[in-house]
């Protein structure tokens, strides 16, 4: 007797199989309960486990475990970015502290004991900075740097010759009393656009 055999709802079959190659196919896991199957003289498809002829040899078999399908491969960013955050953090701290250390000055290791600011010679003071004067003149502020009037829209140009000629990144501000809170503010701002590392306020000797 000649068999056909289909997976469940499936139109492709395979045909010309024997009693024992039907039931030897639901031993190997070929075939399950659920598939269906058609004799000779069978008008329509049968499930296996109903089938008269294979309900028996059906029920002996188990069906297979559905199969696992492992997941695709994935690339997981959590690890990623928690270093990243790490890194910023880092980098974030190290330039406040690079900030910070432009104007923090170490104290000096000496027995010297220290009664005031350091005291910087005159001369001293011409050979590495550039001399920012504020005067009052007329009611109006005056600016000079290096004993030139400069305007205050034309000081951060006048201040970055002086640093690409003279190579000093030092300002040395001397403010008269009547000069205005803007006007050393400006000078600051135009100093901090131009490049100058260190700005040193002139003071008065005191009297002995």
Same mark, same amino acid.
């Given at each position: 007797?000649?068999?056909?055999?289909?997976?469940?709802?499936?139109?492709?079959?395979?045909?010309?199989?024997?009693?024992?190659?039907?039931?030897?196919?639901?031993?190997?896991?070929?075939?399950?309960?659920?598939?269906?199957?058609?004799?000779?003289?069978?008008?329509?498809?049968?499930?296996?486990?109903?089938?008269?002829?294979?309900?028996?040899?059906?029920?002996?078999?188990?069906?297979?475990?559905?199969?696992?399908?492992?997941?695709? %491969?994935? =690339?997981? #960013?959590?690890?990623?970015? /928690? &270093?990243?955050?790490?890194?910023? !953090?880092?980098?974030?701290?190290? +330039?406040?502290?690079?900030?910070?250390?432009?104007?923090?000055?170490?104290?000096?290791?000496?027995?010297?004991?220290?009664?005031?600011?350091?005291?910087?010679?005159?001369?001293?003071?011409?050979?590495?900075?550039?001399?920012?004067?504020?005067?009052?003149?007329?009611?109006?502020?005056?600016?000079?740097?290096?004993?030139?009037?400069?305007?205050?829209?034309?000081?951060?140009?006048?201040?970055?010759?002086?640093?690409?000629?003279?190579?000093? %990144?030092? =300002?040395? #501000?001397?403010?008269?009393? /009547? &000069?205005?809170?803007?006007?050393? !503010?400006?000078?600051?701002?135009? +100093?901090?656009?131009?490049?100058?590392?260190?700005?040193?306020?002139?003071?008065?000797?005191?009297?002995?």
């Amino acid at each position: 007797m000649s068999w056909a055999v289909r997976h469940e709802g499936s139109p492709v079959s395979v045909e010309d199989l024997t009693t024992a190659d039907v039931v030897q196919g639901l031993e190997d896991g070929l075939w399950e309960p659920t598939d269906e199957v058609m004799g000779p003289e069978d008008t329509e498809w049968t499930a296996l486990g109903d089938h008269p002829e294979f309900a028996d040899a059906a029920s002996e078999f188990e069906p297979p475990p559905p199969r696992h399908f492992e997941e695709e %491969t994935r =690339l997981d #960013m959590n690890p990623l970015i /928690d &270093v990243c955050l790490v890194l910023l !953090i880092f980098f974030i701290l190290t +330039a406040s502290y690079a900030a910070l250390q432009r104007f923090l000055e170490s104290p000096r290791l000496t027995g010297q004991k220290i009664t005031g600011p350091p005291v910087v010679t005159e001369q001293e003071l011409k050979e590495f900075t550039i001399k920012v004067v504020a005067r009052r003149e007329n009611g109006q502020p005056v600016i000079r740097v290096e004993d030139q009037v400069v305007q205050p829209a034309d000081l951060v140009p006048a201040l970055r010759r002086w640093i690409k000629e003279k190579r000093k %990144t030092v =300002l040395w #501000m001397d403010l008269a009393d /009547d &000069v205005t809170y803007g006007t050393e !503010i400006r000078i600051r701002d135009a +100093a901090k656009g131009a490049g100058v590392d260190k700005i040193l306020n002139q003071v008065e000797r005191p009297s002995s």
